[in-house]
């Protein structure tokens, strides 16, 4: 799996858009780029993946750069609770059983402030 | 999105000691799980894959007679750990596979007395 960059840290005020960066200059024509969080003491959640085209669902938008050598999460209006750790992941098709063992980086801290 | 439970979410226990920890596809079958580890302020590590009615495969560097996983149905995989020691102690998390994406459990903290 390609490896990826992201900050430690960031912080955003409460109801203000979070945009948080990603680097994966590596990736692969094929692979996707996931974004997982984890609320301090419980396991990661799934937000959003893409894989060239801009994504948008419930939780967040994803926009992927032409070049798919970056991308970004955006959480549109934080709230307290969107307070967490993010992980971009990127790992190939759903293939086999491989693909599926996630390489987590350090991923970045949101804190959402009030 | 698909569920996965694990149990206990806690667990305290005294060192020389085993503790089985169950991580459960609710509303699929899974024929694959991940077990993952984490240390304080670190990231998820991979342990282990999980196949059901198969052995499971270890990643390197983790002790397979020390964290034994047994899948023996399509709904649950065990993890144990035997004879463990305060450095044992961690956050297992467990994983799924439904409809081509990766569910999470809850996590089971362990502290190792």
């Known amino acids: 799996d390609a490896k990826t960059t992201q900050p430690p840290s960031m912080d955003c005020a409460e109801g203000r858009a979070a945009n948080l960066p990603c680097n994966h200059s590596?990736?692969?024509?094929?692979?996707?780029v996931y974004w997982y969080r984890q609320i301090h003491s419980q396991g990661p959640q799934y937000i959003i993946h893409?894989?060239?085209n801009n994504e948008t669902n419930e939780m967040a938008s994803l926009i992927i750069t032409e070049d798919r050598k970056s991308s970004t999460l955006i959480l549109p209006h934080a709230t307290l609770r969107d307070t967490a750790v993010y992980y971009c992941?990127?790992?190939?098709?759903?293939?086999?059983?491989?693909?599926?063992?996630?390489?987590f980086g350090k991923g970045t801290l949101l804190t959402v402030n009030p | 999105g698909a569920v996965v439970s694990q149990h206990p979410s806690r667990v305290i226990c005294k060192s020389g000691t085993s503790v089985k920890i169950e991580c459960r596809s609710l509303d699929f079958q899974a024929t694959t799980m991940f077990w993952y580890r984490q240390f304080p302020k670190q990231s998820l590590m991979l342990m282990a894959t999980?196949?059901?009615?198969?052995?499971?495969?270890?990643e390197q560097g983790v002790e397979k007679d020390k964290f034994l996983i047994n899948h023996a149905s399509l709904t649950l995989s065990t993890l144990t750990v035997t004879s463990a020691h305060p450095e044992d102690s961690s956050f297992y998390i467990c994983s799924a596979i439904e409809a081509g994406e990766l569910f999470f459990g809850e996590g089971s903290r362990l502290t190792v007395l």
């Open positions: 992941i990127v790992r190939a098709p759903n293939s086999g059983g491989s693909n599926y063992k996630l390489t």
């Open positions: 590596t990736i692969s024509g094929n692979e996707y």
């Open positions: 999980s196949n059901e009615g198969s052995k499971a495969t270890y």
């Open positions: 893409g894989l060239k």
